[in-house]
């Protein structure tokens, strides 16, 4: 199973923007100045009221009705239903970067 370091993950991280590849989700309403705010995208979760945010200059989003949260490759493996693994590929063929040969360092805390 192929390993990605630290360094790599956030390069992956910082060249797809959470704004840009949620917003293919679900339609982002931005208010104020750095938020963005639509109804749940995720799997299991429907809702009539917004409570899912994104905010742009942290490149995070949080849900407060199912309480799910965290970077662009955590949303991009739960939207997609994908491991880890499977994400990073998924993120590294949207921004073409080419993924890394012979890493031995793996990092999942993304």
């Known amino acids: ?17 959470i704004v840009d590849v949620v ?3 679900c339609n982002l309403v931005r208010k104020g100045s750095t938020n963005y705010w639509a109804c749940c995208p995720l799997p299991g979760h429907t809702e009539k ?11 995070f989003y949080h849900c ?10 955590q949303f ?12 990073v590929k998924y993120l590294a063929q949207r921004a073409r ?3 890394p040969e012979g890493d ?3 990092n999942e805390a993304y």
Do not use: H, W
């Open 1 to 17: 199973m192929p390993t990605f370091d630290e360094k790599f993950i956030e390069e992956l991280k910082s060249k797809n923007n």
């Open 23 to 25: 917003s293919r989700y």
């Open 49 to 59: 009221t917004p409570s899912f945010t994104v905010n742009e200059p942290g490149q």
């Open 64 to 73: 407060f009705g199912c309480g799910a949260g965290g970077t662009v490759l």
């Open 76 to 87: 991009i493996t739960n939207i997609e239903s994908l491991d880890f693994v499977e994400g």
């Open 97 to 99: 970067i080419e993924l």
């Open 104 to 106: 031995d360092g793996v």
